[in-house]
């Protein structure tokens, strides 16, 4: 269990991890990003999966106020995604950073 800060990190992570359709009681929860896992690694790719994240964090994650979402390819066959965003009840600025694998 994470408190505070820490939770909204997890719970993010979560809902970026998630596929909707994959909870059986909120078909619609998580992040459409999957989707372009087996797309080309490009920067069009990139922007869309940071689109879909975007989405999907402002719709299910109510405790934070986002940002800004970059992504880009790099050599080695991934994404890299940069998440900037605000804690509301703090008004702490925060950035999560992740790799995902990418096709292509």
């Not at 991890?17 to 009681?25: D, L, S, Y």
């Not at 990003?33 to 402002?58: G, Q, R």
């Amino acid at each position: 269990m994470s408190e505070h800060e820490a939770n909204i990190r997890d719970c993010m992570t979560i809902i970026l991890g998630t596929k909707p359709g994959e909870r059986q009681m909120m078909p619609e929860f998580g992040c459409r990003a999957y989707e372009m896992m087996f797309a080309p690694n490009t920067p069009s790719t990139a922007y869309m999966i940071s689109a879909h994240i975007k989405e999907a964090l402002v719709r299910w994650e109510p405790r934070i106020e986002v940002s800004d979402v970059d992504a880009f390819p790099d050599s080695a066959g991934k994404i890299r995604v940069q998440i900037s965003y605000t804690i509301r009840s703090t008004q702490s600025a925060q950035e999560l950073s992740m790799l995902l694998t990418a096709g292509g």
